[in-house]
């Protein structure tokens, strides 16, 4: 099938055609380059070529050549959608509700003559509601209403498993309120971090500027901004502390809480958010609330007011707001941030846009166009195959005990496999969306999703719900539900294909299935029991070895300098790197065991390639990526995962297998002589 014939005037020229895309695909290869030197250079030299970056991109790798043709799909469904009854093709006439909603938020999203005539008079009332606080004791209502319309000012409530009993769902609340990627943006004294924070200062007072204040005005609100930021992010964990669960488990009654916080009525806060009442919370980061409540005590209420304006601004200064705020945003945050030359056309981010706030009912037509159930059942066979494998591996470890070997297994066995959609889909029938009124709809739609997170405090855990909508490229594993999770516009080529072989599948989306199911082992993932409870399950010795071995890719991955004077954190990484590595292994394994049970010939070549070297180019293939050094920079200080060539070349020096398969001298580039090895 070809890419839809509505898209021939947006769509750029690197977007891909689908039956162009491949999971092991030989034409990509650049046979110059020796495959024991750079394998990675080796198998992606020839698409780096075919793809320079757009310059509405970051980075475009094969996951945004994937998202890019999902998006194409997702515009074909919004116009159809969105267009006058008599041209709506298969869509029911009139439209479901779901079809209305989605119709309706795309059009609204498109219509920038109406976006650009209101100004900013749709954001009005809730300017003129903050100008109203006198005193910090009014703050509590007013900041539960910011919450509801997503406003992320000075920290986050939100609902959760209970650590200690991950059948109970109480209230988690979180540090938040930075305008920065994370709290080290504001700590850091090196020159370019200075340089940074004086451009985030510059667009700031740019945003008040074209909120009307004078611009004397406006550079002492983006003074003060800062100044309480700051504040807030030095009481924050860093992102590698924020890693370990241990240091985000701080459980206590909603009454200590409370008495805790001196200068702000939680029992307000809770009323006002429509918070159902339930005595036991998580105070996830205390160090950052005991900031909180003496940073209302000492600062002037007209300070806050202005923190709190330049967080509504920022809320909705994209797509609902005139172009100017729009265009000054991207600035800052696409282009200043990551390096990208140009925005986004607008019906990129307003399909991303309706992914976002209605991406079950949108996602609910993607399936059923893109993801018939014989690639469900295939994926599922291939992740069944994965687990058994793991099964067989956790027989094989020298380095753990039995007893804790039984307790793996039983995590194991435990984990519930979610592949494509969700069983029952989300129900957006309260949500109203109308035509022409885009900046209501993405706070209702705000609303509506602050609301559905919150009622389920104090309800059963729905193990079934979904934190991907479905066009999502992309997985994960959650440790407190103890399931993995894999989307249906990532179960597409290049990445998975019903027409290619098992060698390609594995190699690929194999090693991703592996990835999400070592996560349950990770240094994280593995603190958690079958149950999700965040209990320690592993004897002291064993809790040792792991930790030796972890050190080993810690180090490996603190040695890589990503940019300039920027290395990689290897303890940030740590948990992405194990999974890496041990999925990509499990995956080897499980293919090994399929093939030997069909009795696949493992000399037969096939485009010139041995099967077990076209797993090793499939798996490096599906990272083929161009990166902005800008992006490279923030993913280098941010990102829990390694960028691309490592996860390619570093993952691969530590499989002696690999090298094999290439006949690799011990002295080559990608064999490692001493192989860092985990799971
Ligand atoms: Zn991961």
Redesign the pocket.
């Known amino acids: 099938m070809a890419v839809p014939a509505l898209c021939q005037t947006s769509a750029p020229a690197a977007t891909p055609a689908e039956s162009a895309l491949r999971v092991f695909d030989p034409s990509l290869i650049d046979k110059t380059v020796d495959p024991c030197e750079n394998f990675y250079r080796y198998s992606c030299n020839e698409w780096f070529k075919r793809n320079p970056l757009p310059a509405d991109q970051t980075s475009y790798g094969r996951f945004t050549e994937l998202a890019e043709l999902n998006r194409l799909r997702l515009k074909q469904i919004l116009e159809e959608t969105a267009a006058p009854a008599p041209t709506r093709g298969t869509y029911e006439n009139p439209r479901s509700g779901n079809e209305q909603k989605i119709g309706d938020e795309y059009a609204s999203c498109m219509d920038t003559a109406t976006v650009n005539k209101l100004g900013l008079a749709p954001l009005q009332p809730e300017l003129d509601r903050i100008d109203a606080l006198k005193t910090t004791a009014d703050l509590p209502a007013l900041l539960a209403h910011l919450h509801e319309l997503g406003v992320n000012a000075f920290f986050a409530l939100r609902s959760s498993q209970d650590f200690a009993d991950s059948s109970s769902v109480i209230s988690f609340y979180s540090a938040g309120g930075l305008g920065l990627p994370e709290r080290d943006y504001y700590t850091r004294t090196d020159a370019k971090s200075v340089e940074t924070r004086q451009q985030y200062v510059a667009h700031m007072k740019k945003i008040f500027v074209l909120a009307g204040e004078p611009e004397a005005q406006a550079a002492k609100d983006a003074d003060t901004v800062l100044v309480i930021e700051t504040r807030l992010a030095k009481a924050s964990l860093t992102i590698t502390e924020q890693r370990d669960p241990q240091n985000l488990n701080h459980p206590t009654d909603v009454v200590s809480f409370a008495l805790a916080l001196t200068h702000f009525s939680l029992p307000e806060y809770v009323s006002a958010a429509h918070a159902p009442a339930v005595g036991k919370v998580n105070d996830m980061e205390p160090k950052f609330f005991a900031e909180f409540n003496a940073l209302l005590a000492d600062t002037p209420i007209d300070q806050i007011r202005t923190y709190l304006r330049w967080h509504l601004l920022h809320a909705y200064a994209g797509t609902s707001l005139p172009e100017s705020f729009d265009q000054e945003n991207w600035n800052f945050y696409s282009h200043t941030l990551n390096g990208a030359e140009r925005q986004q056309e607008r019906w990129k981010r307003c399909t991303t846009r309706v992914d976002e706030e209605l991406g079950e009912a949108l996602g609910q037509v993607y399936v059923a166009r893109y993801f018939p159930p014989a690639e469900k059942q295939r994926t599922l066979e291939m992740t069944l195959s994965i687990e058994q494998a793991m099964d067989k591996d956790l027989d094989g470890l020298d380095w753990m005990s039995a007893a804790t070997k039984i307790k793996a297994k039983e995590k194991l066995h435990s984990v519930m496999n979610k592949i494509g959609y969700p069983d029952k889909w989300r129900d957006y029938s309260t949500l109203t969306i109308v035509r022409g009124g885009v900046l209501g709809n993405q706070m209702r739609a705000h609303e509506f999703e602050v609301a559905r997170d919150l009622a389920k405090i104090g309800k059963p855990v729905d193990k079934g719900e979904w934190q991907m909508t479905p066009p999502t490229v992309n997985?994960?594993?959650d440790p407190q539900m103890n399931n993995v999770n894999f989307p249906a516009g990532y179960l597409q080529p290049p990445f998975f294909s019903g027409k290619e072989d098992d060698a390609a599948n594995y190699g690929d989306m194999g090693s991703t299935i592996g990835?999400?199911l070592t996560?349950g082992f990770d240094d994280e993932g593995r603190q958690f029991d079958k149950d999700g409870n965040l209990l320690n399950w592993w004897t002291k010795s064993d809790e040792e070895k792991f930790n030796d071995r972890a050190e080993c890719m810690v180090r490996q991955y603190d040695a890589i300098e990503a940019v300039p004077g920027v290395h990689l954190n290897g303890k940030l990484t740590l948990?992405?790197n194990l999974?890496?590595l041990g999925g990509l292994w499990l995956a080897w394994e499980a293919w090994l065991d399929k093939a030997s049970a069909a009795h696949l010939d493992m000399s037969a070549t096939a485009d010139g390639y041995t099967p077990d070297q076209r797993f090793w180019i499939a798996y490096a293939q599906q990272w083929c990526t161009q990166t902005r050094p800008e992006r490279l920079r923030t993913q280098a200080q941010t990102d829990?995962?390694a960028p691309d060539e490592y996860r390619t070349n570093t993952v691969l020096q530590d499989l002696p297998e690999f090298a094999k398969s290439f006949s690799c001298k011990k002295t080559a580039t990608m064999a490692n002589p001493k192989p860092c090895r985990v799971w």
């Open positions: 997985a994960y594993y990835h999400e996560h948990g992405e999974a890496d829990p995962h």
